[in-house]
């Protein structure tokens, strides 16, 4: 499907799995919002898609500050247009410091529900108008298998991603009547530095992988776990974005996708 004239935002959009969406839909036409709290990297991955597309733009963001996500919206509309397509992929694992714990404290519980949740919710809302008022677009909630299943190294993770599932069944109910879906994907086993980092602590905290670097612990698990005994990547979720904001989408909405090798198959 071809996106030109369309304008997408996502955020976290600099680096990781945002970058690969944000490349991904710029190589279909789109022009491209990234909304990131890394200005640098930003910059970096808008002369991509400059190439690429010739349109994107970006604003320094921090998504759990109500005023900040308006103002990405007012900015949106001022350099791009209007958006199409928002792509909510903003998302830490915990406080500074979380890998180096064996334990969530009450700042990783905190830190995380304002960025993965409430963060999600005021993006959402902050865009909310220009899409109701226009009756369409498309809304793409990145989760976690983590949220099916609670992960024991990462409970306040594990929970946020939970709620984030909830939240777009809820927004998908909400934003019906005006022909706009909201749908979200649960990535599975991919290697990132956030991944590293929980690859660091299973092999510290778990007998079962005592001894083992993190990339051994995450060719262990999806060997163990994954059917298709292959590793996910941010590609993989690029692609299903893709699909949810494309036509062949256009009656699906309040759905959560598993894109993780048959890991979960619910």
Not at 12 to 24: E, M, N, P, Y
Not at 25 to 48: H, P, S, Y
Not at 105 to 110: N, S
Request: glycine share 8%.
């Amino acid at each position: 499907m071809k996106l030109t004239g369309k304008v997408a935002v996502v955020t976290g959009g600099a680096t990781g799995i945002g970058r690969v969406i944000a490349l991904k839909l710029a190589d279909r036409g789109a022009a491209i919002m990234i909304a990131d709290i890394n200005e640098e990297a930003a910059a970096v991955t808008a002369a991509e898609i400059e190439e690429i597309s010739g349109r994107s733009a970006t604003f320094t963001t921090d998504v759990t500050d109500v005023e900040t996500c308006r103002e990405l919206a007012a900015a949106t509309v001022d350099t791009l247009g209007p958006a199409d397509f928002l792509i909510n992929n903003a998302g830490i694992a915990g406080a500074p410091g979380w890998q180096e714990r064996s334990f969530s404290t009450e700042e990783d519980w905190k830190r995380t529900y304002q960025v993965n949740v409430i963060g999600m919710s005021n993006v959402t809302s902050a865009f909310r108008p220009q899409m109701t008022e226009r009756r369409s677009g498309r809304i793409v909630n990145i989760a976690s298998i983590a949220g099916r299943e609670g992960r024991p190294a990462i409970p306040h993770y594990s929970a946020s991603k939970a709620a984030v599932i909830s939240l777009t069944q809820a927004t998908a109910l909400e934003l019906a009547r005006f022909n706009i879906t909201v749908n979200a994907i649960c990535p599975g086993l991919l290697w990132t530095p956030m991944w590293e980092q929980v690859g660091d602590r299973y092999a510290r905290d778990n007998p079962a992988y005592k001894g083992m670097t993190a990339r051994q612990v995450f060719d262990a698990m999806i060997e163990e776990r994954i059917p298709m005994k292959k590793e996910q990547t941010p590609e993989d979720v690029a692609d299903t974005v893709a699909f949810f904001i494309s036509d062949d989408a256009k009656n699906i909405t309040g759905q959560a996708l598993n894109v993780d090798g048959g890991f979960f198959m619910r």
